[in-house]
C-alpha cells in the first residue's frame, strides 16, 4: 500500500477529529462568554433534591458499588479487546491464539483474585461495618432539628 492510498483512507477520519476539535473550542469559548456570571453566596452551598442543606452531615457511604462499576468496566473492556482479536483471527495464527490465551488466564487470575479476598461479596465486606453501627448506636450522626412536619408548614 503506498502513501497517497492510506492519506485517501485517512483523511475523512483526520477531518472528523479536527472538526469535532473545533466545535468542541467553539462550545467552550461561547459557553464561557454567554453563561451567567452571578457570584452569591448561595451559589456555593449544597443543594440536594430541592432541599438546602442546614446542618455538616458526616454520614459515611460505602463504596462497594463504585467497585462494582470498575469490575464491570475493567472486566468489559476484556470483550473490546477479545472482539478485535477475533476480527483479525485468520492474520494473526496461532501466534495470536497464543496471545489472546495469556491475556484471557491474566484477567481470569484476576478474578479469581477479586473473588478470594471478597471484593465480590456485599455481605461479607461490609459486615463489621454494620455489626459496629447495630451495637454502638452512638456512633451513628445526630439527626437535623430541622425535621419537617405537619405543623411545621403552617397547616
Same mark, same amino acid.
Given at each position: 500500500?503506498?502513501?497517497?492510498?492510506?492519506?485517501?483512507?485517512?483523511?475523512?477520519?483526520?477531518?472528523?477529529?479536527?472538526?469535532?476539535?473545533?466545535?468542541?473550542?467553539?462550545?467552550?469559548?461561547?459557553?464561557?462568554?454567554?453563561?451567567?456570571?452571578?457570584?452569591?453566596?448561595?451559589?456555593?452551598?449544597?443543594?440536594?433534591?430541592?432541599? @438546602?442543606?442546614?446542618?455538616?452531615?458526616?454520614?459515611? #457511604?460505602?463504596?462497594?458499588?463504585? $467497585?462494582?462499576? *470498575?469490575?464491570?468496566? =475493567? !472486566?468489559?473492556?476484556?470483550? @473490546?479487546?477479545?472482539?478485535?482479536?477475533?476480527?483479525? #483471527?485468520?492474520?494473526?495464527?496461532? $501466534?495470536?491464539? *497464543?496471545?489472546?490465551? =495469556? !491475556?484471557?488466564?491474566?484477567?481470569?487470575?484476576?478474578?479469581?483474585?477479586?473473588?478470594?479476598?471478597?471484593?465480590?461479596?456485599?455481605?461479607?465486606?461490609?459486615?463489621?461495618?454494620?455489626?459496629?453501627?447495630?451495637?454502638?448506636?452512638?456512633?451513628?450522626?445526630?439527626?437535623?432539628?430541622?425535621?419537617?412536619?405537619?405543623?411545621?408548614?403552617?397547616?
Amino acid at each position: 500500500m503506498d502513501k497517497s492510498n492510506q492519506i485517501d483512507q485517512l483523511w475523512p477520519i483526520a477531518a472528523y477529529f479536527l472538526i469535532l476539535a473545533a466545535m468542541l473550542a467553539v462550545m467552550m469559548l461561547l459557553s464561557h462568554f454567554l453563561g451567567p456570571k452571578t457570584k452569591s453566596r448561595a451559589k456555593n452551598t449544597p443543594y440536594e433534591s430541592g432541599i @438546602i442543606s442546614v446542618s455538616d452531615n458526616k454520614t459515611r #457511604f460505602t463504596s462497594h458499588f463504585f $467497585l462494582y462499576a *470498575i469490575f464491570f468496566v =475493567i !472486566f468489559d473492556l476484556e470483550t @473490546i479487546y477479545l472482539f478485535a482479536w477475533v476480527i483479525a #483471527f485468520d492474520e494473526v495464527g496461532w $501466534l495470536g491464539f *497464543i496471545e489472546a490465551s =495469556i !491475556f484471557i488466564i491474566v484477567l481470569l487470575v484476576a478474578l479469581i483474585y477479586i473473588w478470594r479476598i471478597g471484593g465480590l461479596s456485599l455481605k461479607k465486606r461490609h459486615l463489621p461495618y454494620r455489626l459496629s453501627q447495630l451495637t454502638n448506636p452512638s456512633a451513628t450522626p445526630p439527626k437535623s432539628s430541622h425535621q419537617f412536619t405537619d405543623n411545621s408548614r403552617g397547616a
